[in-house]
């Protein structure tokens, strides 16, 4: 029994102990390197999305790092795979904090992810910037209204984009009768359809059905028969490119052949592969940037990017970049490569001469910026409107 | 009414795969009383045998599904000979753990190779769609191969369980292990030529869900593996044509519940009828005919 009784006694301490060494462990860091935390979808459902970004973010860091660096010090991007699930996004942020002291985090791509550790990184402070996660409550909580201190973002947010596709079907394509599918797992999807609703209704359209799908769905023949029926003129279907892709093949496959639309979350080449280019005729997204648009930034950075990937970089790789020079701009701004300064500095972002945009964040820690509109012809992309803030 | 036709069709297209993959289960389950969980998983390396026939071999529709059938029926054969056989005289526990271990292994060592990414399953033949009553229901070629292929292996199926000297010996087996080993029936191969069987069968699946829903990915297993389960005690765990019409009834009861409530029950309801049928008759709807097992 007293035997039994050390023993334990033993256990507690022994673990006690390797708590506090673990916690304690990785204090030094070197300060030659500014350590940046990456927590990106490399793999899983939106696996495309992180590695577009994670492509945007280090061909922005080698340019810097070659000119120099900032305040004479290398940028290390310390990154990790969040594997596109939330929990693991959370995890991930947190080793990020306490195991690799990064002084700032850019991540997650989807707004789900990025939500699951927005309360982590409050309570260690330690700035967050997301470049493509679009829902409103990344950065303000809805439960109190108050603009949460340390997250920041270097995109658009949904209100804007789904009012810009509503106001887009309604005045540009004339149809007045919309069906919305959406994806009802992620709060990106189901932000979008809310605000495209909203818009849609208030400019004199009529929405015929709102219907769901959940992220593990591979079968949407059902619920798109269903809103065969309901003969309706445009289906926005603000989803990510994996279920996007097979929806809308399905979709034509059931003759379906009114035009559809979404957001960002449809730019992915694997978009193309899945539903194929035929069947993506006839479809429009709002997005952040387009590799066809004229302006010599865009061009020099596609360039770039082509030389280093062999690819076109897509919107994703775009705002990857974005963020890394937003980034830097504040860093450069505070003095002082710390989270706290980081923070303040982020807070005064004005005009950083971007690749989507020049940008700079409001009130809400918002990128105020326009989008493009974009249409699938054949499966490339076309440019087909510019709409501002 | 157009529409209520159009739905049928959808269900009994998903529902013919769930079949095929139910019929796995059934077989061993009739043969060694096991829940095979790694069953799904062997559906979903179906389907990558599939891909990689048709990508890298370069073959059509009827010999990359030949193909990936026999991957799979050795596959099978090489599960039951290395994780169940050792453990056949074990507590069925510890037998159905091992069986969510190879589950597990199967999903992760794919992914690990293979990388988590879905795949886009090449269009192996051309796809065309037919219309009745004015465009409002339309069937593609592939929801017919789905059919016919699956009606054609379950023909197949019933021939050699009911007629051939294997199929005899099967069906010895699953009344009684002792007393056909004493007949002189080699148990041990038997048993193995069931898993081969079962597995050729959830990889013919796995290529038809490639080619119906062009894209694999390492965990595509996991959902079509429990909803076959469901169909497979649905029908009658152990019931070969009870597999056939468990899957077809869960076929279309998922698409007539997308379509006329919302998609969102689709699967909550799968699991309602898995619950009810074990409440109110557990040996499932074919359940009377308990001797005629395999």
Not at chain 2, 174 to 193: C, E, P
Request: contains cysteine; aromatic residues 10%.
């Amino acid at each position: 029994m007293r035997k039994s009784f050390l023993t334990v006694i033993a256990v507690v301490l022994l673990s006690f102990l390797l708590l506090f060494t673990s916690a304690c462990g990785n204090k030094s860091s070197t300060s030659d390197t500014i350590k940046i935390g990456a927590n990106l979808e490399l793999s899983g459902n939106v696996a495309t999305l992180g590695q577009s970004g994670l492509n945007g973010v280090m061909l922005a860091v080698e340019e810097i790092n070659a000119a120099g660096g900032v305040l004479g010090k290398k940028i290390e991007i310390v990154k990790y795979d969040n594997k596109s699930d939330n929990t693991e996004a959370a995890s991930v942020a947190t080793r990020l904090i306490t195991q690799d002291k990064v002084v700032a985090i850019i991540g997650s791509m989807t707004s789900g992810n990025t939500l699951s550790y927005v309360n982590i990184a409050e309570t260690n402070k330690v700035p967050v910037i997301s470049p493509s996660a679009t829902n409103p409550d990344v950065t303000v909580d809805p439960k109190t209204g108050k603009v949460r201190e340390y997250i920041f973002r270097t995109c658009f947010i949904d209100p804007f984009q789904g009012t810009a596709m509503a106001k887009f079907v309604l005045n540009e394509l004339k149809l007045k009768k919309a069906v919305v599918l959406k994806d009802n797992t992620a709060p990106y999807s189901v932000g979008l359809a809310k605000f495209f609703v909203e818009a849609f209704k208030n400019n004199g359209g009529e929405i015929l059905a709102d219907e769901n799908y959940t992220s593990n769905d591979q079968d949407f023949r059902s619920v798109l028969t269903k809103i065969k029926g309901l003969n309706p003129e445009f289906i926005y279907v603000p989803g990510y490119y994996e279920q996007v892709g097979q929806i809308v093949k399905q979709a034509r496959e059931l003759g379906i052949n009114v035009p559809m639309g979404g957001g960002d979350g449809w730019d992915s080449p694997k978009l193309v592969e899945i539903a194929g280019a035929a069947p993506l005729n006839n479809t429009f997204i709002t997005n952040h940037y387009s590799s066809l648009m004229p302006d010599p930034k865009v061009q020099d950075f596609v360039k770039k990017y082509k030389e280093k990937y062999g690819s076109e970089p897509d919107a994703m790789a775009a705002v990857g970049y974005d963020t890394v020079l937003v980034l830097v701009d504040a860093i450069k701004r505070a003095g002082e490569a710390t989270p706290e300064k980081i923070k303040e500095a982020l807070k005064t972002t004005k005009d950083v001469e971007g690749v989507t945009a020049k940008i700079s964040l409001d009130e809400n820690h918002n990128a105020v910026k326009g989008l493009v509109i974009l249409e699938y012809k054949d499966g490339k992309q076309t440019y087909k409107a510019y709409v501002n803030p | 009414m157009t529409e209520f036709i159009q739905q049928l069709i959808n269900g009994i297209s998903v529902g013919s795969i769930y079949a095929l993959i139910a019929l796995g289960y059934t077989m061993v389950y009739g043969i060694i009383k096991l829940i095979n969980f790694a069953h799904g998983d062997v559906y979903m390396l179906g389907a990558f045998a599939g891909l990689y026939a048709t990508l890298v071999l370069k073959m059509s529709f009827v010999p990359a599904l030949l193909f990936s059938m026999i991957v799979c029926a050795i596959l099978g054969i090489i599960i039951e000979r290395l994780a169940y056989r050792p453990l056949r005289n074990a507590p069925k526990i510890v037998i159905l753990i091992t069986a969510i271990g190879v589950s597990f292994f199967l999903e992760y060592t794919t992914m690990y190779f293979l990388g988590p990414q879905p795949r886009a399953f090449p269009a192996i033949f051309k796809e065309v769609s037919y219309s009745f009553f004015g465009g409002k229901v339309t069937i593609s070629n592939r929801e017919i191969t789905i059919v016919v292929v699956t009606i054609v292996l379950m023909i197949l199926l019933q021939y050699i369980v009911h007629n051939t000297k294997i199929g005899k010996a099967m069906r010895a087996v699953s009344y009684d292990m002792q007393a056909a080993r004493l007949m002189g029936i080699n148990v041990d191969s038997t048993i193995s030529a069931t898993f081969a069987l079962g597995s050729a069968l959830a990889a013919a699946a796995g290529v038809l869900v490639g080619v119906y829903y062009n894209k694999v990915f390492p965990l595509m297993g996991i959902m079509f593996g429990l909803k076959a389960f469901v169909s497979a005690v649905l029908g009658g765990i152990g019931i070969i044509p009870g597999a056939m019409t468990g899957g077809l009834i869960l076929g279309i009861t998922e698409a007539l519940v997308s379509g006329y409530g919302s998609s969102l029950y689709r699967d909550p309801v799968a699991f309602v009828i898995l619950i009810l049928i074990l409440l109110v008759k557990p040996s499932g709807l074919f359940g009377k005919n308990v001797r005629e097992k395999v």
